[in-house]
């Protein structure tokens, strides 16, 4: 799994198949926390996580909802690694 963390922008690409940006919601020398919130009717969604700066320790939950049938959540715990800009 490929996750781009863009902390000038403030946001985390890259879970599950959400493709919207989820935005870094606090941001301090060790912990980046990450929450995205959206309600429709009949659906809704929230991603939410945190990475620990230090130790690249990424932790990452996505729920959704539709209607009254369908409740999904996929837990991630995941270990990031820097990459190397290419230019």
């Not at 996750?3 to 020398?29: C, K, Q």
């Not at 009254?68 to 190397?84: D, E, Q």
Request: net charge positive.
């Amino acid at each position: 799994m490929g996750i781009i963390v863009d902390l000038t922008a403030r946001t985390v690409n890259g879970l599950d198949s959400w493709s919207n940006p989820i935005p870094i919601t606090s941001l301090t020398e060790t912990i980046a926390t990450f929450e995205y919130d959206e309600h429709r009717p009949n659906f809704q969604v929230k991603v939410y996580g945190l990475i620990n700066r230090v130790t690249g320790d990424m932790s990452a939950s996505i729920e959704r909802e539709a209607g009254t049938l369908i409740k999904l959540r996929s837990i991630y715990s995941l270990k990031c690694k820097p990459t190397k800009r290419v230019f």
